[in-house]
């Protein structure tokens, strides 16, 4: 009697399931969002409570293992800028395997020079400094704020010389983005930044990609950081064009120095 009892309720149990499944499913939306908020408010308490055990028992060893999103990036851009000095050199290494070895910056001078007068703004942006022709420095030269790129020197007297930021609108300067080896043009936008022009956006760009000089056989012996990306988006006027925003890697205004890359008389030749 027991067994025929429960064999007839397992139909029953079956379709009592199936017909509540079915009215849930045909159920308004606007009834199921009360039923869920209803819920939530009847049992706000016991789910604070699992929440905060959570965190408790979970939470220390999350945080330990998370790394924030400014530390990520650092860590990816030291590890590209490593990676393109590597690669360099491997190819110096190669192309000179038959002469003595020695470093990139092989002969090189680094005179630091004081700035006496700075202008930034939009029409130019523009050091004088207090270094020049007696110091063997000469137009087209490098300067380094910070160990990065910050412009190049435009005109040089006995004592003293000027530098041409990459911030200013009449600044050109070939460039290349992250790990991509394509060459670009860096031009300044005026104030503190500048732009990179013409690449396609088949090109991966992220905010925080580390913009390089590319080396200038006789000025540049390898390729050193000049800024990263502030922003980027594809171009109103070109959708299939990137249009990229630099911001330099060093406080430029706040520089009471600079450094002049002067190349060895074997660079020049």
């Not at 530390?71 to 000179?96: D, I």
Request: charged fraction near 25%; glycine fraction near 8%; proline fraction near 4%.
């Amino acid at each position: 009697m027991r067994t025929k009892r429960s064999s007839a309720s397992k139909p029953l149990l079956f379709s009592f399931l199936l017909l509540a499944g079915l009215m849930l499913l045909f159920v308004p939306q606007s009834f199921s969002d009360k039923c869920r908020l209803a819920f939530a408010s009847a049992f706000q308490r016991p789910l604070a409570v699992g929440r905060d055990l959570s965190v408790l028992l979970y939470g220390h060893e999350r945080s330990a293992s998370v790394v924030s999103d400014s530390k990520y990036r650092r860590l990816r851009n030291f590890q590209a800028n490593t990676a393109l000095w590597l690669r360099e050199e491997r190819q110096k290494v190669e192309e000179l395997s038959k002469l003595p070895g020695r470093t990139v910056w092989g002969g090189t001078s680094f005179v630091v020079a004081d700035i006496i007068t700075s202008t930034m703004n939009k029409t130019c942006g523009e050091l004088l400094i207090n270094r020049g022709k007696e110091d063997s420095l000469a137009e087209g030269q490098f300067v380094l704020g910070e160990s990065s790129i910050i412009g190049t020197v435009h005109s040089v007297g006995s004592h003293v010389a000027k530098v041409k930021l990459i911030t200013d609108p009449e600044s050109k300067m070939p460039v290349s983005i992250a790990n991509l080896d394509v060459k670009r043009v860096m031009k300044g936008s005026g104030g503190h930044s500048a732009k990179v022009c013409l690449l396609p956006t088949r090109y991966k760009i992220e905010t925080g990609d580390i913009v390089w000089a590319r080396k200038k056989p006789g000025f540049l012996n390898g390729s050193l950081i000049v800024g990263t990306v502030a922003r980027c988006k594809s171009s109103d006027e070109t959708p299939s064009i990137w249009e990229i925003i630099v911001k330099p890697s060093c406080s430029i205004e706040r520089l009471n120095s600079v450094t002049v890359i002067v190349p060895g008389p074997e660079r020049n030749s």
